[in-house]
């Protein structure tokens, strides 16, 4: 099934091209009987500008079967997520709700050495991890990990753009590493996850 950019692309394309043969058979009828070559022109105008819109939205349609054709794949692939717990959308909307003032967005978020988009949601106690695609919307995002800030190593680590957070979980170690494109995000996220120290 197609995204909504891809059938509004799909849409605007097909609009091109009906107005582009009308525009032709309008402009190309005159009082000295019919004009090929201006019909023509408005002919392969419409043509042209159709078709670039619906290219791009197949192109669309194609990257989101490969979203979703990753994301499906993706627990398979990797073992480690088959130990995360999934939830519903509609569990999922109300505790995004419930800390909406303390979510991050537009993530790089690596588990181990499992790497995927996504953004943060803190409560006190605790850090939501969820996994959000480029074209899902905020509602159909999949909760990957909720970890508990006292498992949180107080001591962080860098590594090139990302910022390595240990944490223990049924007695073995693992890392929580995010790395972000807003430089600004780095210093609130890590005073999130170390907020435990204020109380």
């Known amino acids: 099934m197609r995204n909504v950019i891809s059938t509004w692309l799909m849409g605007i394309g097909i609009l091109l091209l009906v107005i582009g ?41 194609l990257l989101q079967k490969l979203v979703n054709r990753f994301n499906a794949d993706q627990p398979v692939q990797s073992g480690i997520l088959s130990m995360f717990q999934s939830t519903s959308s509609s569990s999922v909307e109300k505790k995004i709700a419930e800390a909406a003032d303390a979510k991050i967005k537009d993530l790089t978020i690596l588990i181990d050495d499992v790497r995927f988009k996504g953004f943060f949601v803190f409560t006190d106690d605790a850090v939501r991890v969820m996994k959000k695609s480029l ?65």
């Open 135 to 199: 074209f899902q919307a905020e509602s159909e995002a999949v909760l990957i990990k909720e970890i508990g800030k006292d498992s949180l190593s107080l001591d962080f680590e860098r590594d090139d753009d990302y910022v390595i957070f240990p944490f223990t979980e049924g007695g073995s170690m693992h890392k929580l590493a995010f790395k972000t494109y807003n430089l600004y995000d780095y210093e609130r996220i890590i005073n999130l996850l170390k907020q435990r120290e204020s109380r």
């Open 21 to 61: 043969f009308i525009t032709g058979l309008l402009f190309g009828i005159n009082d000295d009987g019919f004009h090929l070559i201006t019909a023509l022109y408005w002919w392969l105008s419409g043509v042209t500008a159709g078709f670039i819109f619906i290219g791009l939205s197949e192109m669309v349609n």
